[in-house]
């Protein structure tokens, strides 16, 4: 099993703040839960979230024509699905969420309770999908989770229904 101490997974300067926060936690649990086969169960929290970081090289290195890569899905849907169980775990509500994407990497996700939409996104160049560093991706998945909250206490009563 691979620990933090190795260099090839030790994170940045400023990231293991990331790897403490409340939406990271959740994004590791879900990327774990989702894990029916074992492949991931030896791997550290740092593995699990590495290919969620994407420096500037390398998005601009990614074409962004034709479809979008398998992997790159899958990282959209982990982060996405970590979004709604970290808005239902704060609202104590359940969310729906609804994603389309087309093959040319744009679509929109949707989260929604019975009768409110608390958290609407455009996605563009999903080909791309990536964060900088962990603590952009923590703060990138905070900020969405806040904002729906937000909505969901702006409207309890619609939230709610």
């Given amino acids: 099993m691979a620990t ?3 260099p090839a997974v030790t994170p940045a300067v400023g990231d293991d703040k990331a790897l403490a926060t409340p939406f990271i936690k959740c994004l590791v649990r879900w990327i774990r839960a ?12 740092a593995q699990l979230l590495a290919k969620f970081t994407v420096t ?7 074409p962004i ?4 890569d398998p992997d790159v899905l899958w990282r959209l849907d982990a982060f996405y ?20 994407i087309s093959h040319e990497g ?6 929604t ?24 991706l923590a703060k990138t998945g905070t900020k969405l989770v806040n904002h ?11 939230a709610r229904e």
């Fill in 4 to 6: 933090l101490s190795d």
């Fill in 34 to 45: 989702h894990d029916f086969y074992g492949s991931r169960e030896n791997k550290c929290d």
């Fill in 56 to 62: 500037e090289e390398q998005r601009r290195a990614i």
């Fill in 65 to 68: 024509i034709g479809d979008p």
């Fill in 81 to 100: 699905g970590a979004v709604g169980v970290a808005i239902e775990e704060r609202a104590g509500l359940l969310v729906s969420r609804t994603m389309e």
């Fill in 106 to 111: 744009c679509g929109r996700v949707l989260f």
């Fill in 113 to 136: 309770t019975r009768r409110l939409v608390v958290l609407s996104k455009t996605l563009r160049d999903v080909h791309r999908f990536g964060f900088s560093t962990l603590r952009k």
């Fill in 148 to 158: 729906a909250v937000e909505v969901i206490q702006a409207y309890p009563d619609l």
